[in-house]
């Protein structure tokens, strides 16, 4: 993967970054069950019962957008 990451301050500023060459991609067996639950409670806690696109989840985003008049979600 040559892609490298970029680091950011709290204040959006590049911090430094992180090289691809020193990547390498796990299997989902090496990855600590914690981190997966961590995972799924910070980002999409029913990542297991849908097929990609949660509806209830772009539901609820859309009618928050709708009433602040943004895209806020």
Same mark, same amino acid.
């Given at each position: ?6 680091? @950011?301050? !709290? ?8 090289? #691809?060459?020193?990547? +390498?991609? $796990?299997? *989902? ?10 995972? @799924?409670? !910070? ?8 097929? #990609?696109?949660?509806? +209830?989840? $772009?539901? *609820? ?13």
């Amino acid at each position: 993967m040559p892609e490298h990451s970029v680091i @950011l301050d !709290r204040h959006g500023e590049e911090y430094g970054t992180i090289h #691809g060459e020193k990547r +390498r991609l $796990l299997n *989902r067996g090496e990855i600590p069950e914690i981190m997966v639950k961590a995972l @799924l409670a !910070r980002e999409d806690v029913r990542f297991f019962e849908h097929a #990609g696109v949660d509806v +209830r989840g $772009l539901a *609820r985003a859309t009618l928050r957008n709708i009433r602040d008049r943004a895209f806020t979600q």
